[in-house]
């Protein structure tokens, strides 16, 4: 409803985009990826995924999106030190996998 934050971030892509820097969105992983999954709620998870996608794709159409929940890496619950945050082992794993994407995307780029 505050429309500041997509203010900051639309003047953030714009000077990124306008200084050739290649930008993109990442939806992180949470651990109710595993719960919900778990509990049959795969729905929820479409729901999130649809609301987050459609509203990033609706104020910056130009810019890559990277869903970290939908990938092939396998999440586990001690990868996460609450409902929201990744702990120390988390980081390491998905600061390996935007690691290798990032250097598979800058090879397919030259």
């Known amino acids: 409803s505050n429309p500041t934050p997509l203010m ?8 990124l985009e306008a200084n050739s820097i290649d930008v993109f969105f990442i939806l992180m992983p949470s651990p109710d ?7 049959n709620g795969l729905a929820e998870l479409d729901i999130i995924h649809e609301r987050v996608v459609k509203f990033a794709n ?3 159409p130009n810019v890559d999106f990277i869903n970290y929940r939908e990938s ?4 586990e619950v001690n990868d996460f030190s609450d409902r929201g945050h990744l702990n120390h082992k ?3 794993k998905l600061g390996k996998i935007i ?7 800058v090879s397919n780029s030259k």
Do not use: A, P
């Open 8 to 15: 900051y971030y639309k003047k953030l892509v714009n000077m």
């Open 33 to 39: 990826l595993l719960l919900l999954s778990r509990e």
């Open 58 to 60: 609706n104020h910056f």
């Open 72 to 75: 092939n890496i396998k999440w």
């Open 90 to 92: 988390g980081t390491i």
């Open 99 to 105: 690691s290798y994407d990032l250097k598979s995307f």
